[in-house]
């Protein structure tokens, strides 16, 4: 049976064309980029040609940092904990605010700040999921808090907040403005230049780049105290031996996610396949699709199926070769409630019934015509099953 | 244990092959009616038990032969996980020619049993577990339904640790029996705490009434105190440890640094269930001095660790 992948929320597969770039630093390639001898210096010009693509696919300015680290969960503890050393434990500024859908590499970082002694407000999504510019106004205090941290789109349910705005409302009260950005790039177009964003996170893995590489985005003139201390790497503002096999891939998965083709084509294709998965979702009883599509990243769908807990569906679709991804508390580590439905305030029955439809550019109609067949074949035999569901309740 | 929870994920992996095939299969998934019953000569029995909003939902229908108290057809219906389909319908199966007394004694770990491959290797992951607790419970709520009792009555003990079904009771017994100490004697003496472990301490799978690092700390508070004798540390409040770490430094460590010109104070102490964490500042010489964060601090804990070997101390 061949499978099909539809949980690239989760991360993606590797471009083909991508792994044949990142191959020979896994091979003949292997000088350390520190190292004088020419083992070393071979790789130097392939790093700076990695550093251009990434600086483009967001467009940083040269005089920005873009620091290659682990993932975007490093990335994010980088800006947290570097904002605690330089703002929280030693100035007038002790207020961080976020939101109440962050992804955990931001919230269990911020709760942990907020254990040493941080202010911290979560601001809630409006009844979109979005976060306001409104509520960002409110929560605000003027040259106290340090930093917003505002996801650029979220992970469950695709929806994208407005950062541009978020970014302005936070600069004009004396703030800085961070935005993990791992589920926006490739999917819609990000513009460090544009959107004012100070800082910015990004991970390989989730447009189609290897696992274990990510980027820190820093702007120009800011300073954020390193998480790793060690060697002079990264300029000193990330010590450990740079990753170049991940870093050099990272750069060409960031090149191609982000040209305008590739934009063009997730926003047209990507976008149609997920239509019509979702036009066929919401014609079944009982089913509801969250977040308006038109403020979604173009590939996600965050369904629920009255009567059907959520990983019971999972099974019967991995079955059936196919992956997709619950917010179910049950299949996760700890029986609460999937956060971004509390913040949403979505009806407890729900929030064990969601499934997460995500696609990629290397999806395909044929693939999405079979997911359409099974998804009806398994909401009709769960809800058999099911000792909750009665239709249209 | 520890290297096998340092990764994640592939929970289905650890399924054996018959919760596999009942979760796609279920044999006694169905429901049962009052024209059934009429059919079959007995009552039907409907009995609900969990909650969608909660995850996880059972529906039990018996068909139960009023003479003999024999169920004599038993199907469900389930809103929860693979594993909790596979364990209703398991559950199900086993009710089916039992008396409603003998079905009564089918517990979640009966039910685990049943689904194993293997005798010795267990049918779904140890996180799992709590998946199957609700079969147990539902065959109650339908006993109370055929008894015309409230499910309370039927509930003899307070249990502690859902998933290997072991009570309050149980496990207080242990603990004054064989004079435990940790959680891990509990675990070994009792298996409470050695499946989805939420009954250990709180921030686990699901938030508990009673964890067992309390009832460690009561049951050996209790202990002390009908002895009579000096209540031990582990035992103690967090506000009777700050005072007897303060009875040590004052008692103990400070006159000896004073002498030499220095002192120490308390910054902070973090009380954990299994250890405790005093953080010092020192003053006077002590604080320039090269010895504090060695043979001084050695010394300090030394002194704090007569009290209790899970001290530890830290300079700030």
Redesign the interface.
Known sequence: MERIYLDNNATTMIDPEVFKVMEPFLKDKFGNPNSLHSFGTEVHKDMIKALDQLYAGINASDESDIIINSCATEGNNTVLKGIYFDFIQNSDKKHIITSQIEHPAVSHTINFLESLGTKVTRLPVSPEGLITPDSLKEAIIKDETALVSIMWANNETGLINPVKELAKIAHENGALFHTDAVQAIGKVKVDVQDTEVDFLTFSAHKFHGPKGVGGLYIRENLELTPLFHGGEQMAGKRAGTVNVPGMVAMGYAMELATSTEALEYENKFVRSLRDRLEDVINSLDDTIVIGDRNYRTPNTILASFKGIEGESFLWDLNQNGIAASTGSACSSEDLEADPTFVAMSIDADLAHTGVRFSLSRFNTEDEIDRVIEVVKKSVKRLREISSTYVKGE | MAKNSLV?GS??DNYSDIVSDR??N?KH?GSLTEEDAKQMGGKLIVA?FGA????????LFWIVNEDTDVIISSK???????T??ASSDTMAELCLGKTVDEALKITNIDVEFAMRDNPDIPAVPPQKM??SVMAYDVIKQAAANYKGVEFATLEDQEIVCECARVSMSTIKDAIRINNLTTVEEITQYTKAGAFCKSCIKPG???KKEHYLVDILRDTLAEMAKEKGGEESYASMSNYKKTLALEKVFDGEIRPLLVRDGGNVEIDDIYFDPDYTLVSIKYQGACAGCASSGTGTLQFIQSALRELDEDITVRMV
């Open positions: 994640g929970l289905w979760m796609n279920p998934m609900d969608e909003s909660c995850g996880d939902a059972v529906r469900f219906k389930s809103f929860g996980c693979g909790a389909i709590h998946c686990g799978h699901e």
